[in-house]
C-alpha cells in the first residue's frame, strides 16, 4: 500500500491537470465563439455592401434591397428574353 502523503500528492497533481484542462477548454470555447461571431458579422457587412452598391443586379430588380427573385433569361437565336423563378418555369417578358 502506497503511504499516504503520495496518494495525497497524486491527488493533488490530477487536480490540477483537471483544473488547467477545464481552463483550456474554456478558452478554445470563447476563441470558437469570437470566430463564429466574426463570421456571422462578416456575412452580414458582405450582403450589406452587396445592396448598398446595387452589386449583381439585373433589369428585374428595383435596387439592392428589393430584389425581385426572378432570373432573366435570353433566346439569342430569336432574341425574345423570359423571366423564370429557378423552378424551371418560364414566362415570356413583354416589355411595353
Same mark, same amino acid.
Given at each position: 500500500? &502506497?503511504?499516504?502523503?503520495? &496518494? ?39 450582403? &450589406? ?10 433589369? !428585374?430588380?428595383?435596387d439592392g434591397f428589393n430584389r425581385s427573385g426572378l432570373h432573366l433569361y435570353t433566346d439569342y437565336k430569336t432574341g425574345i428574353e423570359y423571366l423564370g423563378d429557378g423552378n424551371?418555369? &418560364?414566362?415570356?417578358?413583354? !416589355?411595353?
Amino acid at each position: 500500500m &502506497l503511504p499516504r502523503i503520495f &496518494l495525497e500528492e497524486i491527488m493533488k497533481q490530477k487536480s490540477e491537470e483537471y483544473t488547467r484542462g477545464k481552463e483550456w477548454m474554456k478558452g478554445a470555447i470563447y476563441s470558437i465563439n469570437d470566430y463564429v461571431l466574426f463570421f456571422i458579422v462578416s456575412i452580414l457587412l458582405f450582403k &450589406l455592401v452587396l445592396g448598398y452598391f446595387d452589386i449583381g443586379l439585373d433589369s !428585374t430588380d428595383k435596387d439592392g434591397f428589393n430584389r425581385s427573385g426572378l432570373h432573366l433569361y435570353t433566346d439569342y437565336k430569336t432574341g425574345i428574353e423570359y423571366l423564370g423563378d429557378g423552378n424551371g418555369a &418560364l414566362i415570356e417578358r413583354k !416589355t411595353h
